[in-house]
């Protein structure tokens, strides 16, 4: 029986993840204002969904609960990443942050500045390392690697352009069939590649928070980051304060970032699970 479910909350995260990424940037767009809390809702059950499957059926559901607290505080610096650019952009749509964005490599948030040259590998770092091994099973590794997609995904909207194509102007996902087709498996090729990098830094490092109370405040900041991105435009800041702040926040994303990776835990597994989503 707990196989069964185990296999049942598996299908919920699969089914999350199809309708959350394929849905949100390449269908009719029915409803704009709603599509990016309707895939936050879905990406909320893949997470619930992995922790369900991730840990063993006997463990009370607060702990559960905690488990997946802190999971993501270890992911903060990929929600600093985000809040940081919203921040820049004025908005927290994923579509709208896609659509800052140009189809030329020169053009994406990750490649565009100096900071976010240094925003994205933290990303990346924060979103493939964690200092737990998944549970041993097939459906723990499938979990896992939904779980890592989901966050390669994400890191490509945000920083790589999306599904933007390159000498393209405009949105290729409002032109013909065969453009879309195009721009859908250029969007796929790039998540795939980060997740071929994630990868490779899961194999080259190892990651823990040997400190709790910087987990606390990673969780502080992203929070107050996600507050300002939220409220940023009713507040009218101008330009010219939003870009040092978006700066700053980026670079101390990528020093905390960094930190993740290169402070060892001799207790890590050799299949460290990624963190977005516990």
């Known amino acids: 029986m707990a196989r069964l479910r185990h296999g049942l909350w598996m299908v919920v995260a699969l089914a999350a993840l199809v309708v959350a990424f394929g849905a949100l940037p390449f269908s009719a767009r029915i409803l704009p ?5 309707g895939a ?5 059950v893949g997470l619930a969904a992995g922790v369900r ?3 063993p059926a006997e463990v009370p559901l607060l702990p559960r609960f905690a488990s997946v607290f802190y999971e993501v505080l270890v992911a903060s610096p990929l929600l600093l990443a985000i ?11 994923l579509e709208a942050l896609a659509g800052a964005q140009g189809g030329a490599p020169w053009h994406w948030t990750g490649l565009a500045s100096p900071a976010g040259l240094l925003a994205l590998p933290a ?3 924060s979103a493939v390392l964690a200092p737990s091994p998944p549970r041993d099973g097939a459906t723990a590794h499938v979990l896992d690697g939904v779980r890592l997609f989901i966050a390669s995904s994400l890191i490509t909207i945000v920083f790589l352009g999306a599904w933007r194509l390159p000498f393209v102007d405009g949105d290729p996902l409002v032109g013909a069939p065969s453009l879309r087709a195009l721009a859908a ?3 796929v090729a790039k998540a795939l590649a980060v997740l071929v990098v994630g990868l490779r830094l ?5 990651s823990s928070l040997a400190v709790g109370v910087l987990g606390a405040f990673l969780g502080l900041a992203a929070a107050l980051v996600a507050g300002i991105s939220l409220l ?14 978006a700066n700053v926040v980026l670079v101390v994303v990528l020093v905390v970032g960094l930190s993740h990776a290169v402070r060892p835990s001799p207790a890590a597994s050799q299949h460290a699970r990624p963190v977005l989503f516990a």
């Open 33 to 37: 204002g709603a599509v990016d809390a």
């Open 40 to 44: 936050l809702a879905l990406m909320i």
């Open 202 to 206: 899961r194999r080259a490092f190892r």
């Open 123 to 125: 990303a990346m770092m």
């Open 185 to 187: 498996a250029f969007f």
């Open 83 to 93: 809040g940081a650019v919203a921040i820049g952009t004025g908005t927290v749509g």
């Open 53 to 55: 499957a991730a840990v």
């Open 232 to 245: 940023y435009p009713a507040l009218a800041l101008p330009a010219e304060f939003v870009g040092p702040v």
